[in-house]
């Protein structure tokens, strides 16, 4: 017979909210100090327009992940629970839009697919979201390696960004193991802490997109 574990420890409720709250404070300094990189750097609206669009979309990932693991479970924590999934969505399709926009390569229909990926996503985990999980799941993996599949996407991107993208990729695909692990002691601080790494290379590649796209 499977071992159920009922509920989680103190010290993994403590572990777990430090994850967050290092995230969301991180999160607040990195987005305040990417746009005015994106500002001096590049110049350019439609980039400094995407720096925002994923500075946000990130921002909002972190601190509706920390809302909703952190509160007590309550009237609201269902509904936190579905933003929380479907954040996920947008941080995805957020985080694809200023590389787009950077690599000058034709990739709108991309962005495009990411975007409606994200709209199905979050109809999924608003409406229903105890069935379908398996698809859920799927998209949430497909979303994120698209790009790997657009060789013009790929080929635009700087070396640097790109190994930095494909690592958190990595960490973001890896840490799925814990997030389904529950069983394992500490299994969301885990998972947690990998998504926090991951989304701090990708912004670090993020960084050197726009670094090399420096006009002064």
Not at 175 to 183: S, T, Y
Request: hydrophobic share 55%; with cysteine; aromatic share 12%.
């Amino acid at each position: 017979m499977k071992h159920v574990r009922k509920g989680y420890t103190p010290a993994e409720k403590f572990s777990d909210a430090t994850i967050h709250i290092l995230g969301v404070t991180w999160a607040l300094v990195g987005v305040f100090a990417l746009i005015p990189l994106a500002v001096f750097w590049s110049g350019e609206r439609s980039v400094i327009l995407a720096t925002m669009v994923y500075g946000l979309c990130m921002l909002a990932m972190l601190a509706v992940s920390a809302t909703y693991h952190m509160s007590p479970p309550g009237e609201w924590h269902e509904l936190l629970q579905k933003l929380d999934h479907s954040a996920i969505y947008i941080k995805i399709a957020g985080t694809y839009t200023p590389f787009a926009i950077l690599s000058g390569a034709p990739v709108w229909m991309l962005v495009m697919l990411l975007w409606g990926g994200a709209c199905i996503g979050i109809l999924l985990k608003m409406l229903a979201p105890n069935r379908f999980i398996p698809l859920a799941l799927g998209l949430y993996i497909a979303m994120g390696w698209s790009g790997v599949a657009v060789g013009e996407f790929v080929a635009a991107l700087r070396p640097e960004a790109l190994y930095l993208m494909l690592f958190g990729g990595v960490l973001y695909t890896g840490g799925v193991v814990f997030f389904l692990w529950e069983d394992l002691p500490f299994h969301k601080t885990i998972w947690h802490a990998l998504v926090l790494l991951a989304t701090v290379l990708v912004y670090a590649a993020l960084v050197t997109e726009l670094a090399g796209a420096r006009t002064i």
